[in-house]
Nanobody, 115 residues
């Protein structure tokens, strides 16, 4: 079993920055993919960014150049640095881990971009 705990959400003005963290615990294998997804009100959950155990990254077109995903293996933690935030980035952000055909989700953290 794997547990994911997100933190770092909040209210920020347009153009501002936030860093989300996702701490993973439990039975984590050597090969996995972790990522961030988001869901805005009335919309489907969508991919934001992913990072593999071999540090390959992937980003949604809408966040390329503004968001950066990274991880700290010693802490089993994945980060999402979000810069130049826009109102359309407002959503609940969920951490995700996929390994051995299983998928785990965190509880989500709210990010609101508003003046």
């Amino acid at each position: 079993q794997v547990q994911l705990v997100e933190s770092g959400g909040g209210l920020v003005q347009p153009g501002g920055s936030l860093r989300l963290s996702c701490a993973a615990s439990g039975n984590i294998f050597s090969f996995y993919t972790m990522g961030w997804y988001r869901q805005a009100p009335g919309k489907q959950r969508e991919l934001v960014a992913t990072i593999t155990s071999s540090v390959n990254t992937n980003y949604a077109d809408s966040v390329k150049g503004r968001f950066t995903i990274s991880k700290d293996n010693a802490k089993n933690t994945v980060y999402l640095q979000m810069n130049s935030l826009k109102p359309e980035d407002t959503a609940v952000y969920y951490c995700n881990l996929r390994q051995a055909l299983k998928t785990y989700w965190g509880q989500g953290t709210q990010v609101t971009v508003s003046s």
